[in-house]
């Protein structure tokens, strides 16, 4: 487990992964919170399954829970740089559900409702999840503490 731990926290990265980290955390708890908590002028737990089931996302209610969840603890947990690469792969593989289930058909551009913006994201949760919390992040703090 020690062995485990050590290799999902130790980052060779400088302090740049900071730059990322911050930014992508905050989007993703925004959005998770608008899911969960109805936050930002959002519909909720209750809103957000409704939409999901939809569009074919069923159960809705657990896929919002998941969805909401996996957003808003994700970048809370890339936001404090603590088990950021399991964090970014799970926003990650968010990203991809979002990106073929709701914004593919719709092209590129944002200005449609395109995948634009979840692209991004998902290229940002990507970089996190290989390059690691870099320098000052909870992950580097516990892999200098198991050293």
Do not use: C
């Not at 487990?1 to 992508?24: C, D, E, G």
């Not at 979002?98 to 593919?104: E, G």
Request: overall charge positive; proline content about 2%; glycine content about 12%.
């Amino acid at each position: 487990m020690k062995t485990l731990l050590k290799t999902v926290t130790t980052s060779h990265a400088s302090y740049s992964a900071l730059s990322l980290r911050i930014p992508i955390g905050i989007i993703f708890m925004a959005h998770g919170a608008q899911k969960l908590f109805a936050w930002f002028g959002a519909y909720g737990l209750e809103g957000t399954a409704g939409w999901m089931e939809s569009i074919g996302l069923a159960p809705g209610f657990l896929m919002a829970v998941l969805a909401g969840s996996g957003e808003f603890f994700g970048g809370l947990f890339i936001l404090l740089g603590l088990l950021t690469r399991p964090a970014a792969a799970v926003l990650a593989i968010t990203m991809i559900v979002a990106i073929f289930s709701v914004h593919f058909s719709n092209g590129l551009f944002m200005s449609n409702n395109g995948y634009e913006f979840a692209l991004a994201l998902l290229a940002a949760s990507v970089s996190v999840a290989i390059s690691g919390s870099g320098k000052l992040s909870l992950d580097n703090y516990l892999a200098k503490k198991l050293a």
